[in-house]
């Protein structure tokens, strides 16, 4: 063996064994905590750092608790085998855009940030639409509705009362300047469209919607020994 091939079978037992050290080493997994928030501080896509409760973290979390209530909904959809499931993780995404917007608040933001995370009003006429489609096939309103019509029905009722909360912590930004009006009038707008589907669903499946009848609180009179004491 000459002394180039002496140096090359070298090398490539080093470099063997530099594979088989590497390969045992146990690989680094990420974590999920990373502790900048423990002072009660989250930072926007601005890199602005922002108490938790500021009225920025409070739309963004209340659009998180949204899209997890859809999804909730949606699975209960999807064993029915209904359709407009698809809607529902469109809409999810859509709402992760919405929560981009978000965290990116005009008074700290650049023109690059505002491009990137600009809503547009496609989602909500996308949303007109679907409520449009959905609303051929529902009976005429006559009477105030209660939360009701089957499990589906009333998880999409939650959804439209928590877009409702969603909205009015959106207002207050649109009105600073913080975030664009094409927010608060998706979100105004999907509310509509869960109150649809709400009663879509109850009509497919066959349930009968609660109608709201005002109550007249009369006091019925007492029964004989019925007043808590027990009768002589």
Not at 113 to 120: D, I, S, V, W
Not at 196 to 206: C, D, I, L, N
Request: charged content about 25%; glycine content about 6%; aromatic content about 6%.
């Amino acid at each position: 063996m000459n002394f180039s091939s002496a140096s090359s079978l070298l090398g490539a037992r080093k470099m063997s064994l530099t594979l088989i050290q590497l390969s045992s080493e146990t690989p680094k997994i990420p974590k999920i905590y990373t502790k900048t928030g423990d002072k009660g501080f989250s930072s926007t896509f601005t890199g602005e750092r922002r108490l938790k409760d500021d009225q920025v973290f409070e739309a963004l979390g209340t659009t998180d608790e949204l899209s997890s209530a859809i999804g909730f909904a949606m699975e209960l959809i999807t064993e029915k085998g209904h359709t407009f499931a698809e809607e529902l993780q469109k809409i999810q995404c859509m709402l992760q855009d919405v929560g981009s917007a978000l965290a990116t608040p005009r008074s700290s933001a650049r023109e690059a940030h505002l491009k990137r995370t600009a809503f547009e009003v496609g989602p909500t006429l996308q949303l007109e639409q679907w409520i449009d489609n959905h609303s051929r096939h529902l009976p005429p309103l006559t009477a105030f509705i209660l939360p009701s019509g089957g499990k589906s029905s009333c998880a999409l009722h939650f959804c439209r009362a928590v877009c409702r909360r969603a909205e009015r912590r959106v207002v207050p930004l649109v009105q600073m300047g913080e975030t664009d009006a094409n927010v608060a009038k998706f979100l105004n707008r999907l509310s509509d469209y869960l109150f649809t589907v709400a009663r879509y669903m109850a009509m497919k499946e066959g349930n009968e919607e609660k109608i709201y009848k005002k109550m007249t609180h009369q006091m019925e009179p007492e029964a004989p020994g019925d007043n808590g004491r027990v009768a002589s």
